[in-house]
């Protein structure tokens, strides 16, 4: 171990102080973080496999197309996958800005 350096503790001492800060925020970021990286990985996933099942379907069946029906199948829960985690979803602006308008319509009852 060098000199002047903590041991390993899982935490670095920047994430230890953040999370001491505001717990709160730090949670609703860290969930909003992973349902982006879910559906980054959904998305990878859905693009690896239909590439694959196109190149299969037009090398080994070129005459009947079917490649297109998990393509658009699949690609329909991926869209709103998509809506759930950047529309729909907490922390998203278009949420948020709804939230606001609502909050406004209140202040004026």
């Known amino acids: 171990m060098r000199a002047g350096r903590e041991p390993a503790t899982g935490q670095s001492k920047v994430?230890?102080?953040r999370e001491m800060e505001n717990p709160n925020s730090y949670e609703r970021?860290?969930?909003?973080?992973?349902?982006?990286l879910g559906f980054y990985s959904h998305l990878a996933i859905y693009l690896v496999v239909n590439t694959i099942l196109i190149i299969i379907n037009l090398t080994q069946s070129p005459g009947a197309t079917w490649f297109y029906w998990p393509l658009l199948g699949w690609g329909i829960g991926v869209f709103f996958h998509g809506m759930g985690v950047f529309v729909w979803g907490e922390g998203s602006s278009m949420k948020d800005r709804m939230i606001q308008k609502e909050m406004d319509h209140f202040k004026g009852e």
């Open 15 to 17: 994430k230890r102080e």
């Open 29 to 36: 970021a860290k969930k909003r973080v992973e349902e982006k």
